[in-house]
């Protein structure tokens, strides 16, 4: 069952990475050995965030609104291939950050508009 989840986690980043050209994603470098990956899809109302995290330099991921209201914060502390699905659809309609970083700074943000 472990080797599962690694093979999915795996395959997981692997399609977030060849598919960052077509599904308006936001894919930084932000260390030689890390990566960070945001695939919006606004019609289902689903943002998945996927991160190749190092444990001893985590990073963070954070949806605020238009005016910066933090209205999801979660710290990655697990080392290895973070994906993780957020479902937007109980949001009122507006435009929202997708943020992603390490201590004071943004790797990667996607703004989504919901309608």
Not at 86 to 95: A, I, K, N, Q
């Amino acid at each position: 069952m472990k080797n599962f989840r690694y093979i999915s986690a795996a395959f997981g980043f692997f399609v977030l990475t060849m598919s960052a050209s077509f599904a308006g994603t936001t894919l930084t470098p932000t260390a030689a050995d890390a990566q960070v990956g945001i695939i919006a899809n606004a019609s289902l109302d689903r943002v998945v965030v996927s991160v190749d995290n190092d444990i001893n330099n985590p990073y963070w991921v954070s949806i605020e609104d238009a005016e910066g209201n933090t209205l999801h914060n979660e710290i990655v502390s697990e080392s290895g291939v973070f994906n993780k699905r957020f479902d937007l659809g109980e949001l009122e309609d507006g435009e929202y950050n997708v943020k992603v970083g390490r201590g004071n700074e943004v790797a990667s943000v996607e703004t989504i508009y919901r309608k």
